[in-house]
């Protein structure tokens, strides 16, 4: 099998509005899940780089869109292919304890860049392995489906299920989530499901 890594990894931007977004053309995978469903820590294991995105204990901290600049590795024997891209952080949705018009803001400016990005190639949803049917995740993905996303479901968290709970979860989650890719079980702790992840962003945007 091919060796896959993150080689470079960096905060780029930060933006609430189209005017704000990178011009480069780089392609862009996105992740998105409720809030305090690991987002910032996912991303910070994926790219092997503990501080990269804010990591925080309260929920709805990340209230921007983070653009991180990372460049993937793929070596195969002697040939090595390298592909520069952007991770995106988006805010999370459902936390309750914010105010509503702080919350429609959020909501605006997420729904404006899943709209209006044109180098967006692939949306992560997020969601936690150990509640695999939530209405609010289900309302999300059934809008991201409307939108054209091409979506990846994400199960996060997944060190703290039993193995038997977590195929249980996974089979739960290809039922509600048919068209979301088949779903893969991460854990930022031990980075389990990290190769599989940027195999199927590779193959997203190769």
Not at 56 to 77: A, C, F, M
Not at 187 to 198: E, F, M, P, V
């Amino acid at each position: 099998m091919a060796a896959l890594d993150v080689i470079q990894a960096k905060y780029v931007a930060t933006a609430v509005k189209k005017s704000q977004y990178p011009t480069d053309g780089l392609a862009e995978v996105a992740f998105l899940g409720r809030s305090n469903v690991g987002k910032s820590s996912l991303i910070n294991s994926l790219c092997n780089h503990r501080g990269l995105a804010r990591v925080s204990g309260s929920p709805g901290k990340t209230q921007t869109i983070n653009y991180y600049g990372v460049t993937l590795r793929q070596e195969d024997g002697e040939d090595v292919r390298r592909y520069p891209l952007y991770f995106v952080d988006l805010p999370g949705y459902g936390f309750a304890k914010t105010g509503k018009k702080q919350r429609d803001m959020w909501s605006a400016f997420i729904h404006e860049y899943i709209r209006e990005s044109t180098q967006l190639r692939l949306l992560c949803l997020l969601i936690d392995s150990r509640h695999p049917g939530l209405d609010l995740d289900l309302q999300a993905y059934e809008w991201l489906l409307s939108a054209g996303v091409s979506v990846q479901i994400v199960a996060t968290k997944s060190d703290k299920l039993r193995a038997r709970e977590r195929q249980q979860n996974l089979r739960t989650l290809a039922e509600l989530f048919p068209d979301g890719g088949r779903p893969l079980l991460y854990s930022s702790l031990k980075r389990q499901g990290q190769t599989l992840l940027l195999q199927q962003i590779i193959h997203t945007i190769a």
